[in-house]
């Protein structure tokens, strides 16, 4: 028997509703039944990177209704690989910078796809929109996951190994065994903190401007990790499939550059001022890393 709580990231009195996931609300099925065929994480996370890729094909080919199902399941099995790792207990740092970088590639892909698709139909604009679009999603989800990582330091139990500052690290020799190994990791680390490490770090500093404009600030608040969740890969890999599948890929470029952006503006502004919100709890504000 599956125990599938071992799969989540909280335990059931921290958790809270990821908008993100809503639209691959069966992807703990396919757990089970990756679990059941005994598959290793590391190769849901290479089946991820590899449907992404597949998909990017297809959206420069044309052939939007193959690209929006191939994206769909690389949302999918890319849910599925770490839920996959905690509940067999085989997690690994390799697996978590694997995972983050096999999104970056993929993503980059398919907006660089959709871009050059566009252009070669006759609209050159959007050689401005694909790059604004590109930049804008990463940075949106690195807001998330900053403000993901320090709800699990403050609200307790998260099942988590990122952290909100992978270049400080302490933990790399967590990978034993084969030299290869831990060459493969160290690699691995330096082309995150290449990709990742300036976003993470922005969200740090604006984190802390907010922290000294309004005093304090919670971040144990299921409610507004609810709406940062909206922020994660798996919202902009939706809003591309529903742009797919109304012949239109592209809109979805516009959509991630104007209407993201301005949610996570909003939703920034909105911390500001919650400084004495009657009868609300708040906790000190911490510095960045």
Not at 122 to 134: K, M, V
Not at 252 to 257: D, H, K, Q, T
Not at 269 to 282: K, L, N, Q, Y
Request: hydrophobic residues 45%; contains cysteine; glycine residues 8%.
């Amino acid at each position: 028997m599956v125990d599938i709580e071992k799969s989540e990231k909280f335990p059931p009195e921290q958790r809270y509703v990821n908008i993100s996931m809503l639209w691959i609300f069966y992807f703990r099925q396919v757990v089970r039944i990756l679990h059941h065929l005994r598959f290793r994480h590391e190769a849901v996370t290479l089946m991820s990177i590899a449907l992404g890729m597949i998909s990017a094909y297809f959206f420069y080919r044309g052939n939007l209704l193959a690209a929006a199902v191939a994206i769909h399941f690389k949302d999918v099995f890319d849910a599925c690989d770490g839920a996959l790792a905690r509940l067999t207990g085989k997690g690994h740092l390799i697996g978590r910078y694997l995972d983050s970088l096999g999104d970056f590639v993929v993503l980059s892909l398919v907006v660089t796809a959709i871009t050059v698709r566009a252009v070669a139909t006759g609209e050159p604009s959007y050689l401005a929109w694909g790059p604004i679009a590109g930049l804008s999603l990463f940075i949106q989800c690195s807001f998330f996951n900053y403000y993901h990582l320090r709800y699990a330091e403050h609200a307790g139990g998260g099942r988590l190994t990122s952290k909100t500052d992978e270049s400080s690290r302490a933990d790399l020799d967590s990978v034993r065994g084969d030299g290869w190994k831990r060459r493969l990791l160290y690699v691995l680390r330096f082309w995150y903190i290449v990709v990742f490490g300036w976003q993470d770090k922005l969200a740090a500093v604006m984190d802390g401007w907010l922290c000294r404009r309004s005093g304090k600030i919670r971040y144990d608040s299921k409610p507004m990790m609810t709406l940062y969740s909206a922020l994660c890969f798996g919202t902009h890999i939706f809003v591309m499939i529903v742009c797919a599948l109304a012949g239109r890929p592209q809109y979805a470029l516009i959509f991630i550059a104007t209407v993201m952006n301005l949610y996570l503006v909003v939703l920034l502004a909105w911390r500001i001022p919650r400084r004495g919100r009657r009868g609300e709890p708040t906790l000190p504000p911490v510095a960045p890393d």
